[in-house]
């Protein structure tokens, strides 16, 4: 769901590191991700290596997000799924991981992930497409020339996406703050369930607590009291004379 693009962006960014110009790289100058190409595509358009290296936490969750996350439709993709599938996209192209993810589901792989992506990834227990999803990906790096120069930190990322999209997946509600519970009453205490679990039957009364049994005693003591006195001055009521 939406809410783990924070949580998703947050693990994305610890793999991706600062600056890097790395000739080998086919994605060129790179800050925190963010290449140089997609940092003039999304936020200054005549923007140099200079200015890259100075991008803000603002720009680059934008580049993010309209590049990778919404490319992958990771805001209707299940917990744990989405992560992985961002950055996969990340990593190697938001098409690739689309594509990759639709052969681990079984649907037709055109690199859009629509309906029939999303209602195959929801009818599949997301640990399984997970794994799978992870296994091809690091098959696909391995067979990369460039795998020589990055295949260690690249076993390493798909090693801890596996693992963090996995706990994800395991617990999306933790993603989520509970409903605040309404306090219970201290003077009205909740009755404990008997051993066997069972409760009164249906349609029986309920025990009176304490308070109301006191009450209804009283009640009883003073209504007899005012009866018996009211028998031992009968006569003089009959009669009509002031009884001491």
């Given at each position: 769901?939406?809410?783990?693009?924070?949580?998703?962006l947050?693990?994305?960014?610890?793999?991706?590191?600062?600056?890097?110009?790395?000739?080998?790289?086919?994605?060129?100058?790179?800050?925190?991700?963010?290449?140089?190409?997609?940092?003039?595509?999304?936020?200054?358009?005549?923007?140099?290596?200079?200015?890259?290296?100075?991008?803000?936490?603002a720009?680059?969750?934008?580049?993010?997000?309209?590049?990778?996350?919404?490319?992958?439709?990771?805001?209707?993709?299940?917990?744990?799924?989405?992560?992985?599938?961002?950055?996969f996209?990340?990593?190697?192209?938001?098409?690739?991981?689309?594509?990759?993810?639709?052969?681990?589901?079984?649907?037709?792989e055109?690199?859009?992930?629509?309906?029939?992506?999303?209602a195959?990834?929801?009818?599949?227990p997301?640990?399984?497409?997970?794994?799978?999803?992870?296994?091809?990906?690091?098959?696909?790096?391995?067979?990369?020339?460039?795998?020589?120069?990055?295949?260690?930190?690249?076993?390493?990322?798909?090693?801890?996406?596996?693992?963090?999209?996995?706990?994800?997946?395991a617990?999306?509600e933790?993603?989520?703050?509970?409903?605040?519970?309404?306090?219970?009453?201290?003077?009205?205490?909740?009755?404990?369930?008997?051993?066997?679990?069972?409760?009164?039957?249906?349609?029986?009364?309920?025990?009176?607590?304490?308070g109301?049994?006191?009450?209804?005693?009283?009640?009883?003591?003073?209504a007899?009291?005012?009866?018996?006195?009211?028998?031992?001055?009968?006569?003089?009521?009959?009669?009509?004379?002031?009884?001491?």
């Amino acid at each position: 769901m939406d809410r783990n693009f924070a949580r998703a962006l947050a693990l994305v960014l610890k793999s991706e590191g600062g600056w890097s110009d790395n000739p080998a790289d086919p994605g060129g100058a790179t800050m925190r991700g963010v290449t140089l190409a997609n940092f003039r595509r999304y936020v200054k358009a005549d923007a140099g290596k200079a200015e890259l290296r100075k991008i803000s936490d603002a720009e680059i969750a934008t580049v993010y997000r309209r590049f990778y996350w919404d490319a992958v439709v990771g805001a209707e993709l299940p917990a744990g799924i989405d992560y992985a599938v961002f950055d996969f996209a990340v990593n190697s192209g938001p098409g690739r991981a689309a594509k990759y993810l639709q052969a681990v589901l079984g649907v037709a792989e055109d690199g859009r992930i629509g309906p029939a992506t999303l209602a195959a990834a929801g009818a599949k227990p997301a640990g399984i497409v997970i794994d799978a999803l992870c296994d091809a990906r690091l098959a696909f790096l391995q067979r990369l020339p460039t795998w020589p120069t990055f295949g260690k930190g690249w076993s390493a990322r798909v090693l801890s996406v596996r693992r963090e999209a996995l706990l994800l997946s395991a617990r999306p509600e933790a993603s989520v703050q509970p409903a605040p519970q309404a306090p219970v009453p201290a003077a009205e205490p909740p009755t404990a369930s008997p051993p066997d679990g069972g409760g009164p039957p249906a349609g029986s009364a309920r025990p009176a607590s304490p308070g109301k049994a006191t009450g209804i005693v009283a009640a009883v003591v003073l209504a007899v009291g005012s009866i018996a006195a009211w028998a031992a001055h009968l006569t003089c009521h009959l009669l009509g004379v002031f009884c001491q």
